[in-house]
């Protein structure tokens, strides 16, 4: 019970910090209207208010604030990626994100673990190399360790010979994190409602009104409102709302699922991952081993889990983790990643002159919220596209000027 509720429980009034206003109504015109009430729409609101001085700014959420893939991702945070323009962009996230809890006054229970990128093969030895000299080269700790160092890293994981694939290596990454979801969401909300924005849950966008190149009018399922920008960043829904806007993305939508284990002793620091096992893990705070794998092998907008991936993932998990056979499974469930032909995210502005998207962010998406907020924010409020943003503009698929980042994946596709 909270200590506030002990010692104000019998009295009249109870002076507790609301942290997300009651439902109002929607006002007829808004100066920036943000679809998507997720991690990335709800920073982008943050810093457009607490940032740039705009605050006449509607969050609509078709559902409630958090309850998409952000709430639905295993919440790793890195920035050991393979190109010049991922390694910077998720470089300052991963910054922002180490202060994040002091910005926002909530705390993200942020937790620096060190990630294990695992090589089976000489080949994927050479890519983690690869990755390492780039990541070093931009000021980001990333190097190359062997069994014995791995043994130190991580002392539960299984490092015989006597497997079908052997560990011969991996890429270490200190400042690998992990932080609790819904809290980035949480924290972000009630920065942006502290700031003047409102937040509207359960307010579906159903279509547009479009004339002379731009968005008029955006048609709710709680009427009709008018806006001067719109910012979408709805995730696993950006074909649908892109062809609203009317013009397309380069994407298809595919389920990623995941699941976590009842709660153990603290016993895996780091997460580790293994694009050949097609598997990655972590130990939460509260215990619980959060585990996926693969994405599932075909597009479909559907959030359902099944067996055929815990089948195929235990299978794996066990190799690495032999001592985890009588651990029982809590919950399995999945998110919706809107995959890209680059393994890279769509950000900037669009064929429609007052709409920006924020977009194509598949499985890799959470650890770009702080950036992705902060320089969305600043592109609506400047109406210039900041350089860490530049190399994902929605051109370069027609320019063929891609940022191929699937060896940095971190998950099997
Ligand atoms: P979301 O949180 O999905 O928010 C978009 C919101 O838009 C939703 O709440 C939705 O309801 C709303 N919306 C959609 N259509 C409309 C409409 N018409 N009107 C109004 N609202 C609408 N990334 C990592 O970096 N690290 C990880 O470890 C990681 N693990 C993952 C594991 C899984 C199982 C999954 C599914 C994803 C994972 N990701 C990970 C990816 C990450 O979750 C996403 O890229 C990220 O959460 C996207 O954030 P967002 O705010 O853009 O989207
Ligand atoms: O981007 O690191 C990542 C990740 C791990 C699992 C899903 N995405």
Redesign the pocket.
Known sequence: MPFGLIKHGLAKTYPFRRDIPAPHELKDSYDVVI?????????TAYYLAQKFGIDNVAV???????????????????SNYLTTEGVRFYDESVRLYRELSNELDFNILYSERGHLTLAHTDSALRSMRWRAEVNKHLGVESELVFPDDIAKLCSCLNLSDDVRYPILGALYHAPGA?AR?DAV?WGYAAGASRHGVELHQE????SMDISDNAVTGIV?NRGRIKCGYIVQ?????SS??SK?AGFQLPIRTI????CVSQPLKPILDPIVVSGSLHV?VSQSDRGEFVM?GSTDPYPLYSTRSSLEFMEGLMAHILELFPFLSETKVLRQ??????MTPDFAPIMGLSPVSNYYI??G?????????PV?GLRMAELVATGIVPDVLRPFALGRFSAFDLVGEKGAA??GH
């Not at 679809?35 to 920073?43: K, V, Y």
């Not at 307010?203 to 159903?206: D, Q, W």
Request: glycine share 22%.
């Open positions: 679809i998507g009430g997720g991690g990335h729409g709800l920073a609509l959420e078709k559902g409630y604030l958090g309850g998409g893939n952000t709430g639905r991702n295993t919440a790793i945070i890195r992990i979801h969401a307010t579906e966008v159903l709710t960043a709805v995730a696993g829904f649908l709302l609203m389920p990623l699922q995941a990655y996926g469930w999945a998110g919706m990643a809107d924020d977009a962010w598949g499985t890799w998406g959470f650890k770009a919220t992705c971190s998950v």
